[in-house]
């Protein structure tokens, strides 16, 4: 027997393949045939109806049926047709009439088990909390027994984390491993693009790629990634919140940090793609890149689908450059740049056909939101990897290693090319150089439990707003969108990173119900008054309002080592700054760091560690 949360999948695999399929096949009979099921969403038979029904149903769902349907979550509705048609039983016809009768079946099962299931009844109170509280267990209390409900270690109330389930989290509790290897496989693109990017490009192609928007990608990537470390903060990722779930509360991947690290712009449009077939993507090639039908035809056909290689984009660049065809060289270059940085995916060597669409018009494309469409793609890939199935992470890893670095500066190790004051103007993320870091996943696992907020620094930024200004649109709430992705973007959840106090925030929005993201994003003003509206400026860097942590603690797995198997967790007490922030802190620190940097003094050396711990409380300050 299926166990109920894989019904709760094979369900939802359902409602999406049927639909898809219809939408593929444009097929008259199958879409009559699906209208006409005999179960519509969202109704019901009485148990015992169901039950029979259920019971008439599974003989025609074999085993190798239910591997199939659960195997296609990951493959697609392709992978399915093939896995099927391997055993002579699909055609497109029959495979709607035989996925409504999987999701008939699964409909009804999954409704006869969730009678025993759901016991809980919660309620948001007036203040934002989620309080919970128990049904009767039977007649023989007078009073219902107040058991805590959730996961150990886990969320106690499990409203907010709705899929912890699945959440690499609670298998790193009980011990369980993603496999082998703790850390996820990255896609580091940064050295082979530091070798592909020319000291300097001819004017003609100059123009084109600074008015894009994109130049400052050139530059910004880390040669390497520290794997260990990133992984060690994507295990502490919440894809409901758009939060990494630390010890003292949440933080996030801003676009403030975005606007800082990458210098992208954040106002803009969002870009709405149309389908690219494999056809397309080679008359797109033809059109845009100057390659011949030939070429084009027999590129895409290697790729297995609408995706170029990164390599293939640079010859072609090196060719049109030497040919001086300036806008297919350009185009070639950015799609390059963006398939190897902010549109980085886990087959570490292509990108989709669909991005050049985005640099049909040269002159055009600097009217994009860049930044949004980084962050989107990123906190796509974190939601994945955060999965305890998932083994890769996609989108820019650079951003978010980088953002590490300049938050938590005793965590894991870094080069520093040039210190904030002696910054022209480049790129934040130009400051920071790959170094090996000695720690592995699990010896930064308890490191990261450990952290206090004074060990966050928790403005970074204050000292490059010469070159770029705080915009107010970084505190719109709502969902953000780059294609088909879309994404809660909720910095209600880190005020302490605008310098506000932190307030017990809303739910997190639910983006698959948003209809106007184009509109709120444009109208963004009204969002951020409620944002800041419910707090004030802060006393001190990591200042909170009463109840916020004990909250927190009840609805987050704030730590993922646990102390002891049956400890119970303990809220801690709030621990705030010294005082506010004050220019005589940031004037010690810029003395200690010179001084540091004047000897070449190494944090390993244990001669200068008072010296090394005294530069970090005056930088959390």
């Known amino acids: 027997m299926i166990t109920t949360i894989q019904f709760y999948h094979i369900y939802n695999h359902?409602?999406?393949?049927?639909?898809?399929?219809?939408?593929?096949?444009?097929?008259?009979?199958?879409?009559?045939?699906l209208q006409d099921s005999e179960f519509k969403l969202g109704s019901s038979l009485p148990l015992d109806a169901a039950k029979e029904r259920t019971t008439q149903l599974e003989g025609e769902v074999t085993s190798l049926e239910r591997r199939s349907i659960l195997a296609s979550g990951v493959e697609g509705i392709e992978g399915f047709r093939q896995r099927w048609s391997l055993h002579g039983r699909l055609t497109d016809s029959n495979i709607a009439i035989k996925l409504h009768t999987l999701s008939t079946y699964c409909k009804l099962l999954l409704s006869t088990m969730l009678v025993g299931i759901l016991n809980m009844v919660r309620r948001r109170g007036a203040d934002g909390r989620i309080p919970v509280r128990?049904?009767?267990?039977?007649?023989?209390?007078?009073?219902?027994?107040?058991?805590?409900?959730?996961?150990?270690?886990?969320?106690?109330?499990?409203?907010?984390?709705?899929?912890?389930?699945?959440?690499?989290?609670?298998?790193?509790?009980?011990?369980?491993?993603?496999?082998?290897?703790?850390?996820?496989?990255?896609?580091?693109?940064?050295?082979?693009?530091?070798?592909?990017?020319?000291?300097?490009?001819?004017?003609?192609?100059?123009?084109?790629?600074?008015?894009?928007?994109?130049?400052?990608?050139?530059?910004?990537?880390?040669?390497?990634?520290?794997?260990?470390?990133?992984?060690?903060?994507?295990?502490?990722?919440?894809?409901?919140?758009?939060?990494?779930?630390?010890?003292?509360?949440?933080?996030?991947?801003?676009?403030?940090?975005?606007?800082?690290?990458?210098?992208?712009?954040?106002?803009?449009?969002?870009?709405?793609?149309?389908?690219?077939?494999?056809?397309?993507?080679?008359?797109?090639?033809?059109?845009y890149l100057g390659v011949s039908q030939g070429q084009a035809q027999s590129?895409?056909?290697?790729?297995?689908?609408?995706?170029?290689?990164?390599?293939?984009?640079?010859?072609?660049?090196?060719?049109?450059?030497?040919?001086?065809?300036?806008?297919?060289?350009?185009?070639?270059?950015?799609?390059?740049?963006?398939?190897?940085?902010?549109?980085a995916d886990k087959t570490f060597t292509l990108v989709e056909a669909r991005y050049l669409l985005l640099f049909r018009d040269l002159d055009g494309c600097s009217g994009y939101s860049w930044g949004a469409a980084a962050l989107v793609t990123l906190y796509r890939y974190l939601g994945d990897a955060s999965m305890y199935s998932c083994k890769q992470l996609g989108g820019y890893p650079t951003l978010l290693q980088c953002w590490i670095h300049e938050y938590f500066p005793t965590v894991g190790k870094r080069g520093e090319n040039w210190n904030p004051a002696g910054n022209y103007g480049l790129p934040r993320a130009m400051r920071w150089s790959y170094r090996q870091g000695v720690l592995k996943v699990d010896d930064l696992r308890p490191i990261l439990d450990e952290l206090t907020p004074t060990d966050v620094i928790w403005r970074?930024?204050?000292?490059?707003?010469?070159?770029?200004?705080?915009?107010?649109?970084?505190?719109?709430?709502?969902?953000?969108?780059?294609?088909?992705?879309?994404?809660?973007?909720?910095?209600?959840?880190?005020?302490r990173q605008f310098g506000y106090r932190q307030y017990v925030p809303s739910p997190p929005l639910d983006c698959m119900?948003?209809?106007?993201?184009?509109?709120?994003?444009?109208?963004?003003?009204?969002?951020?008054?409620?944002?800041?509206?419910?707090?004030?400026?802060?006393?001190?860097?990591?200042?909170?309002?009463?109840?916020?942590?004990?909250?927190?603690?009840?609805?987050?797995?704030?730590?993922?080592?646990?102390?002891?198997?049956?400890?119970?967790?303990?809220?801690?007490?709030?621990v705030y700054d010294a005082g506010p922030s004050d220019p005589d802190w940031a004037r010690v620190s810029t003395l200690i760091r010179r001084y540091l940097r004047q000897v070449n003094a190494e944090e390993e050396d244990p001669q200068f560690s008072d010296l090394f711990e005294a530069l970090h409380i005056s930088r959390s300050h």
């Open 14 to 33: 359902h409602v999406y393949f049927i639909f898809t399929l219809e939408k593929k096949l444009q097929d008259k009979e199958i879409r009559n045939r």
């Open 134 to 287: 128990t049904l009767d267990r039977g007649a023989s209390s007078s009073a219902a027994a107040a058991e805590p409900t959730g996961y150990p270690g886990g969320p106690y109330d499990t409203s907010l984390l709705v899929k912890y389930e699945h959440h690499v989290a609670r298998h790193i509790w009980f011990g369980e491993e993603r496999g082998p290897k703790k850390e996820l496989k990255v896609a580091g693109h940064g050295l082979k693009l530091n070798s592909r990017v020319p000291l300097a490009l001819p004017p003609q192609m100059e123009s084109w790629v600074s008015r894009s928007g994109l130049a400052s990608l050139q530059r910004t990537s880390l040669n390497k990634i520290d794997t260990n470390l990133v992984s060690a903060f994507m295990e502490r990722w919440h894809l409901e919140t758009s939060s990494f779930h630390m010890s003292f509360g949440e933080m996030s991947i801003t676009l403030d940090d975005v606007a800082c690290l990458l210098h992208l712009p954040i106002r803009g449009i969002f870009w709405s793609p149309q389908d690219v077939t494999e056809e397309l993507a080679v008359e797109l090639a033809v059109d």
């Open 299 to 343: 590129h895409v056909r290697s790729c297995r689908g609408s995706y170029y290689k990164l390599e293939w984009l640079y010859d072609i660049f090196v060719h049109h450059r030497a040919a001086s065809s300036w806008a297919y060289a350009t185009r070639a270059y950015l799609l390059m740049l963006v398939g190897s940085t902010i549109f």
């Open 460 to 495: 970074p930024f204050e000292d490059h707003r010469a070159w770029r200004v705080f915009d107010e649109i970084c505190l719109y709430r709502a969902c953000l969108k780059w294609g088909e992705t879309v994404v809660p973007y909720l910095p209600d959840r880190c005020l």
């Open 513 to 574: 119900m948003a209809t106007n993201i184009d509109v709120d994003w444009i109208s963004y003003h009204q969002s951020v008054v409620d944002v800041i509206g419910s707090s004030s400026v802060a006393t001190t860097p990591s200042e909170v309002v009463d109840g916020y942590l004990e909250w927190y603690y009840r609805v987050s797995h704030p730590r993922l080592v646990p102390p002891h198997r049956d400890a119970p967790r303990e809220v801690p007490v709030p």
